[in-house]
Structures are given as C-alpha cells and as structure tokens.
C-alpha cells in the first residue's frame, strides 16, 4: 500500500458526460501528480500540482482540468466525455518536486 | 515522441535466474531515471532510482546500471522469483521536473 488512495475504483460513464476522480496523497506530500494509462499510449503524464499550485503541465486535454485544495486533496475533472478516453488513470504523490513518485490504485474509467 | 522506450517488449525467465531489463533514453539532459513495477490491477510501484552522476545502484535483489555514454539504462533482477512477474517502467525526469515513461516491458517468471 503506496498511502495514497484515489476514488472511485471503477466508473461506467456514457458519451458526453462529465466525471470527478479524487486522490488524496501519502501524508506530508505536497505533490500531486496525474497520469493516464491506455492499451496505445502507456503511461502518460497529466499535470502536477504542488502545495496548491499548477507545476507542470503535460499531454492534458482541454476538456481535463484538475485542482489541488487547501488540504491537499486533488480532484481530475474529465468533461465531454469521449470514447477515447476510457482508461486507467492513477494519481502519485511526492514530498516535493522530482522526488520520487507514489502511485495509488487507479480509477478505471469506461465510457460507453 | 516517447523518447523514453524499451528494447524487449517481453522477457521469459525460469524462477532462480537473473533478469535483465532494459531501457533506451534520449534526452542527455534527464538527471534522474527510476525503474518502476507494475502488477495487474495495481498502480506503478517504485523499484529503485539512480542519478544521472552514479553509473550504478544496488537495493536488495535489484540494480540498476546506467551508461550516459549510450543512453542506456538497465534494471537487473536477482533470483528471479514468481513474484517479479509484472510490467516494468524506466522512466527518466528532465529539468521541468516531468517524468516521461517508457512504454513497459513484461516480464513473465516461469516456474
């Protein structure tokens, strides 16, 4: 168990709608990072936030948009759904940045 | 492009061998690489890391080699156990502090 955990496990969407995933990091890490994993792609990164705010940015869609709250829960809001965009998509933690990377469980999502 | 990828997309070992994985890099800048594990249905798991100023790194069972020479980067399982079946990631951190991923290598441990 990486201490971090992500919320839910599975979720069955149609087209066009809109989800929230929701990861909270290991204890005392201020980093929060989101990747998506697909059959094509592997493992890509997302966005990171740290203490709150945006760090990185990579392969995000405009549609995917993500925050870091005070607590620093994060949430990965995936809108306008689009068959494509069934995947696993798992959230890490760090203390910092660049350190090392704790992956959580993943959500699985599939849109039908 | 993924300039992060791996040479054999699938590996075959008998469980008490030593097991070789490798990983091509192509960005001389990238200053620290890291072997991730991933099991069915579970999230990447870290293995080991290595710094771009170390050529080697030991944990227990595992090493890690890097060649900055060729770009090269290797993950060295020791006594292969049923275990260790998983999908294997290198993945190498730029100065923007992004991991990019290879794309995996499968290795399978036969008892």
């Known amino acids: 168990d990486s201490g971090v955990t992500q919320t839910p496990k599975h979720l069955i969407t149609a087209t066009g709608q809109r989800v929230t995933l929701r990861c909270s990091p290991r204890s005392g890490d201020l980093s929060v990072y989101w990747y998506q994993q697909s059959l094509d792609q592997g493992l890509q990164f997302l966005i990171q936030?740290?203490?709150?705010?945006?760090?990185a940015k990579g392969n995000i869609l405009e549609r995917f948009s993500a925050q870091q709250f005070p607590d620093l829960h994060s949430e990965l809001n995936l809108s306008s759904l689009e068959l494509g965009d069934s995947a696993l998509y798992f959230c890490?933690?760090?203390?910092?940045?660049?350190?090392?990377?704790?992956f959580g469980p993943g959500t699985r999502l599939t849109v039908t | 492009g993924e300039s992060v990828g791996l040479h054999l997309p699938t590996l075959s070992v008998q469980e008490g061998d030593n097991s070789i994985i490798n990983c091509a890099y192509s960005?001389?800048?990238?200053?620290?690489f890291i072997w991730y594990k991933q099991e069915s249905g579970k999230g990447p798991q870290f293995i080991i890391d290595i710094r771009s100023n170390m050529d080697k790194r030991q944990g227990q069972r595992v090493t890690v080699l890097l060649n900055k020479t060729v770009k090269h980067l290797s993950l060295q399982i020791a006594a292969t156990q049923p275990g260790d079946s998983a999908v294997y990631f290198c993945a190498e951190r730029r100065s923007n502090y992004k991991l990019t991923f290879g794309k995996g290598t499968l290795l399978t441990v036969n008892p």
């Open positions: 936030y740290y203490n709150g705010e945006e760090r």
């Open positions: 890490a933690s760090s203390v910092g940045v660049g350190e090392e990377q704790y």
């Open positions: 960005n001389s800048a990238s200053d620290y």
